[in-house]
T-cell receptor, first 116, second 111 residues
């Protein structure tokens, strides 16, 4: 998938425990994003990064934090997992905007997280 | 607030039966409108980006068009392998980066 890897692919965790999901890219793209996908809601933006140590909140950021210490890695942490955070999490990458070109965000294969 | 509404939610067609999927949007200033395809258990796969009203893009049996309020994904003579969920998303100027997605259209092409 164009050099983007998410880990783990599946995880089951208990309520109240911290969880970290990893996104790794080999494309040297500047922009990285975390989305969650739930039935009836579509994909929603959690956090994004526009460079090393530069991050910002998306639509549904409560209960999540992110870090980007290297260009290639973007980590998503659930500080204290809750059942409402059971979801499929997708990472996406994007190079610098090329207005007029047929570019798009590239998505990873996803992490299915279940909080019990 | 940016909004994207896709219709229909689900569509079942016979192989070779052409149709269109609709994506209506409201956005403060459209930077780009994106179409993706998603297969079960996989991440979205990029298809097209459209930037301005009147623009069209084609890829195999798919053609995407854009007006100031909506986009259409036309599927001509579809095959069973075109079965997937098709997602529409918008990117706006200013504000948070990232895409605002619709809920998708689940397309089934029967042989």
């Amino acid at each position: 998938d164009a050099g983007i890897t998410q880990s783990p692919r599946h995880k089951v965790t208990e309520t109240g425990t911290p969880v970290t999901l990893r996104c790794h890219q080999t494309e040297n793209h500047r922009y990285m994003y975390w989305y969650r996908q739930d039935p009836g809601h579509g994909l929603r933006l959690i956090h994004y990064s526009y460079g090393v140590k530069d991050t910002d909140k998306g639509e549904v950021s409560d209960g999540y934090s992110v870090s980007r210490s290297k260009t290639e890695d973007f980590l998503l942490t659930l500080e204290s997992a809750t059942s409402s955070q059971t979801s499929v999490y997708f990472c996406a990458i994007s190079e610098a905007r090329k207005q007029g070109a047929n570019y798009g965000y590239t998505f990873g294969s996803g992490t299915r997280l279940t909080v019990v | 607030e940016d909004q994207v509404t896709q219709s229909p939610e689900a569509l079942r067609l016979q192989e070779g039966e052409s149709s269109s999927l609709n994506c209506s949007y409201t956005v403060s200033g459209l930077r780009g409108l994106f179409w993706y395809r998603q297969d079960p258990g996989k991440g979205p796969e990029f298809l097209f980006t459209l930037y301005s009203a009147g623009e069209e893009k084609e890829k195999e049996r798919l053609k995407a068009t854009l007006t100031k309020k909506e986009s259409f994904l036309h599927i001509t003579a579809p095959k069973p392998e075109d079965s997937a969920t098709y997602l529409c998303a918008v990117q706006a100027w200013g504000g948070a980066d990232g895409l605002t997605f619709g809920k998708g259209t689940h397309l089934i092409i029967q042989p």
